[in-house]
């Protein structure tokens, strides 16, 4: 699943610990549907959290 940014920007994004692909809940928050690991990231785009 691609997740987006608010600033628009898109991409697949994988959990470290279980490789996982990560999904947003309805706040825009990144987390793994696997392990339940919560994530915070840097946007590459904007630079801004995830």
């Given at each position: 699943?691609?997740?987006?940014?608010?600033?628009?920007?898109k991409?697949?994004?994988?959990?470290?610990?279980?490789?996982?692909?990560?999904?947003q809940?309805?706040?825009?928050?990144?987390?793994?549907?696997?392990?339940?690991r919560?994530?915070?990231?840097?946007?590459?785009?904007?630079?801004?959290?995830?």
């Open positions: 699943m691609v997740v987006q940014h608010t600033c628009g920007f991409r697949e994004i994988f959990c470290r610990e279980c490789g996982t692909e990560l999904i809940d309805t706040r825009g928050k990144l987390y793994c549907p696997r392990c339940g919560r994530l915070a990231i840097l946007c590459p785009h904007c630079g801004k959290l995830w």
